[in-house]
């Protein structure tokens, strides 16, 4: 227990989540733990896996957990919770607080980890399921479980506590509470004493008025340009690393590349795939419709015939990398950044299970399926929209001629199609790197993942229109050759 702002919830990170407070520019110096692969983490509010049901969630953790009994109705029955969930398969977000909280302690549990770190687990709990959480925790404790607990609660805590003590200025002070006369949770009259005792000693330890605070810091120009360079490079440091974690990950946890893989493809690619479509369809009737229309001299069907099949060609990389980045990246982004902001990433951390491998591999190639996928759906839409005009301008041939410069160019303008192929793939790769890399990015809050989604698009617009220049410069350069 301790004051807001004691560092309650920064020793769990430094435990749990150490990569997120180097980031923010501490040294973090600590013990090593003979028993580290028995800790296990249950965050606020239980920061359940919201990309699989409720029996999902314990059945990940079994998978990537050295426990030997892999019966998920077992650990939902020994936290009090229905079986039959197994085959029901019910979605986390229909779970109340305390079914939550106690789902995630029995994820916990099955993965084979018996020294259970909670943080603040009777947020959102009445009285009743504050209760019945005690009388689990307890019960697990009497199996030889251990719990350590940060909370704010006096009530859960004199219910629970074997012993209490208080986290200020860095260091940790033993309460003096009555101890516990049998095994089990506190009757009445021995919890009342026992919340009593740990009111008194918090209310004598803490000053009055005294404020969490934290220092300012002053500006540091070093940190920020090195900051703004680690943002940067997060994209170059997935785009290296996403690829080569797959072919492991998918040899060695199929069913979770899988699930993650098709979960982003969802959002990335069957759910907007109409609107893309449409979208393209109608891009391809308008710019040859201006294109028609200004031929001048030479007629609507000369005109096209003399562009054929360049304009398809030449917009379908940029168009289909603005649209993807605009829709699909931003979902996966909303989703990724989403898992990291309510601590899902570190609750995977805490099961020993790498958010790289788990999510980064799946996500990152998923996007990249997904954009190649929309690049042809963005070309069949736009030829559709081009060959509808021909069709009203009466001009025969009209799929031979929009389609010639794709499969059968003229020696000058074969260069063309070696660009669009290879800023697709190009665009892909990066999009697809930098919406991983924003997504990862720390959360303070919902608006920094609102923040994070923002800075992917303008950074991918800024990254296709520096390539879209770049390849215009090597077209010209092998033409004047």
């Not at 749990?16 to 501490?26: K, T, V």
């Not at 229905?82 to 398969?89: A, K, N």
């Not at 979902?331 to 995977?348: E, F, I």
Request: one cysteine or more; proline letters at 6%.
């Amino acid at each position: 227990m301790g004051p807001s702002g004691s560092g309650k919830t920064t020793l769990l990170k430094a435990l749990f989540d150490r990569e997120s407070l180097e980031a923010e520019g501490f040294e973090i110096s600590c013990a090593h733990f003979a028993a580290g692969s028995e800790l296990a983490l249950v965050p606020q509010r239980g920061a359940l896996f919201d990309h699989v049901d409720a029996a999902g969630n314990i059945e990940l953790a079994m998978r990537h957990g050295v426990t030997v009994d892999r019966d998920a109705g077992r650990w939902l029955q020994a936290v009090e919770l229905d079986p039959d969930w197994v085959f029901q398969r019910r979605p986390v977000n229909r779970l109340s607080g305390g079914q939550a909280q106690r789902l995630a302690v029995a994820r916990a549990l099955a993965s084979g980890r018996r020294i259970l770190f909670l943080d603040e687990p009777t947020v959102g709990l009445d009285p009743s399921r504050v209760r019945g959480l005690a009388t689990q925790l307890r019960t697990l404790c009497d199996q030889g479980a251990v719990v350590v607990v940060i909370t704010h609660d006096t009530q859960f805590a004199a219910e629970l506590a074997d012993r209490v003590f208080m986290l200020q200025h860095g260091i940790l002070q033993p309460l003096d509470v009555p101890r516990r006369q049998q095994p089990g949770c506190r009757g009445t009259h021995e919890m009342a004493g026992a919340r009593y005792a740990i009111e008194s000693a918090l209310f004598g330890a803490i000053p009055p008025n005294e404020g969490p605070g934290r220092p300012t810091s002053p500006f540091d120009p070093v940190k920020l340009a090195r900051r703004m360079l680690r943002t940067a490079l997060d994209p170059f440091a997935v785009l290296l690393r996403a690829p080569l974690e797959i072919p492991g990950y998918v040899l060695s946890h199929p069913r979770d590349f899988v699930h993650v893989s098709g979960y982003a493809l969802r959002q990335s690619l069957f759910r907007p795939l109409p609107f893309y479509f449409v979208v393209s369809l109608l891009l391809g009737f308008t710019v040859l419709y201006v294109l028609a229309s200004f031929g001048g001299e030479f007629g609507p069907g000369q005109a096209i015939a003399i562009v054929r099949g360049l304009p398809l060609i030449a917009l379908t990389p940029p168009l289909t990398a603005f649209l993807f980045v605009a829709a699909s990246s931003n979902s996966v982004n909303a989703w990724l950044g989403g898992m990291k902001l309510t601590g899902q990433t570190g609750a995977l951390e805490a099961l020993g299970i790498s958010r790289r491998a788990y999510l980064w591999g799946p996500a990152w190639a998923a996007l990249v399926i997904a954009f190649l996928a929309v690049a042809f759906v963005f070309a069949l839409g736009f030829l559709s929209g081009s060959v509808l005009l021909c069709a009203l301008y009466d001009i025969p041939d009209a799929l031979a001629i929009m389609t010639g410069d794709l499969f059968d160019p003229p020696p000058e303008r074969a260069v063309y199609r070696i660009r669009a192929f290879a800023l697709v793939v190009i665009y892909a790769c990066g999009c697809a790197s930098d919406t991983i890399a924003r997504a990862d990015e720390p959360k303070d809050g919902a608006d920094a993942v609102t923040r994070a989604m923002t800075r992917s698009v303008v950074y991918c617009t800024l990254f296709v229109v520096a390539w879209e220049l770049v390849s215009l410069a090597f077209v010209r350069l092998w033409e004047s050759a």
